[in-house]
Every structure is written in structure tokens, then in C-alpha cells.
């Protein structure tokens, strides 16, 4: 089992950068796949980017190509998400999940939130214009 924490979110102006960061509790972090989810208001959850156990494998919704990306230590048990050339249209919450990845092939978990069993409580992260 493992336990999610975000920190990092806040209020930036357009074109400006933040880090997210996801702090699990737990030795066996390193047993499970992350992703970023973020949900504006009224809208449906939706899939932001992915790592897998070791951080070799990432993986990226097209709205976010280029500009945001996700990292790991597992030193840490941390899984960041920097962002970077935010706009007013990435304003969310923005959640952390994790799901635990059996076998030796070091995958991702998906882009589907119902894939990821543990959640964090989600930051907030608002882009003026």
C-alpha cells in the first residue's frame, strides 16, 4: 500500500513554470507506475502524463507535449511534474496516482484514471492570464 502526497501547486501567470511534486510513503515505491491527472471545474478528469518504475519510460497527453514533464527519485519516493509554458487552460487540480506494476518489463500503468488504485488529495494550480 502506498500513500500520496502533492505539493507545489499555486498561482502563476501565463507562460510561467512550476513543479509539482508527489511524495509517497512506503519502501516499495519503486514497485509502482505514476501518473499526473488534473480536473478543471466542470470538466471530466483527465490525463496529463505517466512514468514508469524505474523512470524510463514516460509518456505524455499531446496538450502537454513539449512543455510539461515527469521525472522521479526513488531515493525519495518522490515523482515530479515540471511545467513549464503553463497557459490560463492548464488551470486544475492536479492529482497524483499510483498503481503497482507486477513482473519484471518496466511499463507504464496507462492514461486511464480507473488503471491507478492509490490517489493523492490533489493541488491546486491556477494560470492567470
Known amino acids: 500500500q502506498v500513500q500520496l502526497v502533492e505539493f507545489g501547486g499555486g498561482l502563476v501567470q501565463a507562460g510561467g513554470s512550476l513543479r509539482l511534486s508527489c511524495a509517497a510513503s512506503?519502501?516499495?515505491?519503486?514497485?509502482?507506475?505514476v501518473g499526473w491527472f488534473r480536473q478543471a471545474p466542470g470538466k471530466e478528469r483527465e490525463f496529463v502524463a505517466a512514468?514508469?518504475?524505474?523512470?524510463?519510460?514516460?509518456y505524455y497527453a499531446d496538450f502537454v507535449k513539449g512543455r510539461f514533464t515527469i521525472s522521479r527519485d526513488n531515493a525519495k519516493n518522490t515523482v515530479y511534474l515540471q511545467m513549464n509554458s503553463l497557459k490560463p487552460e492548464d488551470t486544475a487540480v492536479y492529482s497524483c496516482a499510483a498503481e503497482a506494476i507486477l513482473g519484471t518489463k518496466d511499463l507504464i500503468a496507462g492514461t486511464k484514471d480507473s488503471l491507478y488504485e492509490y490517489w493523492g488529495q490533489g493541488t491546486q494550480v491556477t494560470v492567470s492570464s
Open positions: 512506503g519502501r516499495t515505491f519503486r514497485s509502482y507506475a
Open positions: 512514468i514508469s518504475r524505474s523512470g524510463g519510460i514516460t
